[in-house]
């Protein structure tokens, strides 16, 4: 079992940054990609970014310019968002992939708004 922990969610301003980070832990030896999707209301989970055990990332076309995913070691991935806008609200998800198994953490909320 693998168990993921997001932090630094919150509120900010339009124009604003935040900077999200996920830690794993348990049997977490064998995680190939870690990366961050997000739900708003009403809407279904799309994936902002994510980046693999050698460093390679991927970005969802809303975000891409504007959000950076980075990792410093196999259990530890951040995502800097920058240059927010209202439409990024949403509860923000970390995801790890292990083998066959998708895992993922209870969520963080982000709100954007003045």
């Known amino acids: 079992q693998v168990q993921l922990v997001e932090s630094g969610g919150g509120l900010v301003q339009p124009g604003g940054s935040l900077r999200l980070s996920c830690a794993a832990s348990?049997?977490?030896?064998?995680?190939?990609?870690m990366g961050w999707y997000r739900q708003a209301p009403g809407k279904e989970r799309e994936l902002v970014a994510t980046?693999?055990?050698?460093?390679?990332t991927n970005y969802g076309d809303s975000v891409r310019g504007r959000f950076t995913i980075s990792r410093d070691s196999k259990k530890t991935v951040y995502l800097q968002m920058n240059s927010l806008k209202p439409e990024d609200t949403a509860v923000y998800y970390c995801?790890?992939?292990?083998?066959?198994?998708?895992?993922w953490g209870q969520g963080t909320q982000v709100t954007v708004s003045r």
């Open positions: 995801n790890a992939r292990m083998g066959l198994f998708d895992y």
């Open positions: 348990g049997n977490a030896f064998s995680i190939s990609v």
């Open positions: 980046i693999t055990s050698v460093g390679a």
